[in-house]
């Protein structure tokens, strides 16, 4: 019988990406040492540095996010601020002149355009060796830009704190993530990508029991992930490196895919209810759904894991059909509190 082989292949694809592919890492990365850490470089061999802080409307931090950028420990006249503004409508570019006098570049986008393609332009007119992209929300420590040689090696980024040679900077389309695909492009590129855990930054984000726009972020995550996978394989075939195609399937695919093996367990499983076996599993799961719902319609704590996990896989779900129904997103407004 056909249902018992599904029930397996799907659960075994479950726990392969949650479980076994964070372990196989770990084996795999087992007796490798990361690069040894060398001295800070002195201020004056520091490359001169562009910061670009993305922003939509953001009249309600933009001031603060400044302050902590001017309070960078950084070489004077080698970190230049520049605020880009995608078709800000409300006091967003008044605040940010108001810098001016203190080095503080406004470079404006009109009409909007999506935060891809205004980094394009901004990037484009950045003087700097090093391009460190930032949200308006993101406030750093203060030597999170002096981030130069200690690292491990990774293939993604944070898009609320990452930093790119200028001259590695490719532009992008309005639809696809690109703190996704510039690390991927120049990982594709032959050059490094690198993880910095003391280059910190602290974000103002979404107020985690509005469900509905929780939803919609991590699905808005989810479409532009596919969108990003999908124009890369048309521009630079990421599945090559047999390492890096490890890690996109385990990581990225797999992931969006674990709603479609999550059905596909239930399904299996509610025509296997003639064994013990499986009617206990099957309780476990309609226990552990209803579980996940209470905890969505109430937002207590108590419910907290099981109704992440389902909001993030239905949020997923979503995405997928989504993109296979030709939607796409080109721009979109951050929900935060």
């Known amino acids: 019988?056909?249902?018992?082989?599904?029930?397996?292949?799907?659960?075994?694809?479950?726990?392969?990406?949650?479980?076994?592919?964070?372990?196989?890492?770990?084996?795999?990365?087992?007796?490798?040492?990361?690069?040894?850490?060398?001295?800070?470089?002195?201020?004056?061999?520091?490359?001169?540095?562009?910061?670009?802080?993305?922003?939509?409307?953001?009249?309600?931090?933009?001031?603060?996010?400044?302050?902590?950028?001017?309070?960078?420990?950084?070489?004077?006249?080698?970190?230049?601020?520049?605020?880009?503004?995608?078709?800000?409508?409300?006091?967003?570019d008044e605040i940010v002149r108001r810098y001016e006098p203190r080095g503080v570049t406004l470079f404006r986008v009109e009409p909007r355009e999506g935060k891809s393609l205004a980094r394009n332009r901004a990037a484009g007119a950045a003087t700097g060796d090093v391009l460190v992209m930032s949200d308006a929300n993101a406030m750093y420590e203060s030597d999170a830009i002096r981030i130069e040689n200690r690292f491990h090696s990774i293939i993604g980024a944070?898009?609320?704190?990452?930093?790119?040679?200028?001259?590695?900077?490719?532009?992008?389309?309005?639809?696809?993530?690109?703190?996704?695909?510039?690390?991927?492009q120049a990982f594709l590129g032959g050059h490094g990508v690198r993880y910095e855990p003391e280059a910190v930054s602290i974000e103002h984000d979404i107020e985690s029991r509005n469900v509905v726009r929780e939803f919609s972020a991590k699905r808005r995550t989810v479409l532009r992930g596919i969108q990003s996978l999908h124009y890369l394989s048309k521009v630079a075939g990421p599945f090559r490196p047999p390492a890096l195609a490890f890690e996109l399937v385990s990581h990225k695919i797999l992931k969006w895919l674990v709603p479609f093996f999550l059905i596909g367990i239930l399904a299996a499983n509610a025509v296997l209810l003639d064994r013990p076996v499986f009617v206990a599993a099957f309780a476990i799961q309609l226990f552990l759904y209803g579980w996940a719902i209470a905890g969505i319609a109430t937002g207590r704590r108590i419910f907290y894991i099981p109704a992440f996990f389902v909001l993030t896989n239905a949020a997923a779900f979503s995405g997928v059909i989504a993109f296979l129904a030709g939607r796409r997103s080109r721009t979109w407004r951050k929900q935060r509190e």
């Not at 060398?38 to 520091?46: F, K």
């Not at 601020?81 to 995608?86: A, K, P, Q, Y």
């Open 1 to 92: 019988m056909i249902a018992p082989i599904l029930f397996i292949v799907f659960a075994g694809a479950v726990l392969y990406a949650y479980a076994l592919y964070p372990l196989a890492l770990v084996i795999l990365s087992t007796g490798k040492k990361p690069p040894a850490p060398v001295e800070d470089p002195s201020d004056s061999t520091l490359p001169p540095v562009s910061l670009l802080i993305a922003a939509l409307d953001e009249e309600a931090i933009i001031a603060e996010k400044i302050e902590n950028s001017l309070r960078l420990d950084y070489p004077k006249g080698r970190l230049r601020v520049v605020v880009v503004s995608d078709g800000s409508t409300d006091r967003t």
């Open 158 to 184: 944070n898009g609320s704190i990452y930093a790119i040679r200028r001259s590695l900077y490719v532009p992008l389309p309005a639809e696809v993530d690109d703190d996704f695909l510039e690390p991927l």
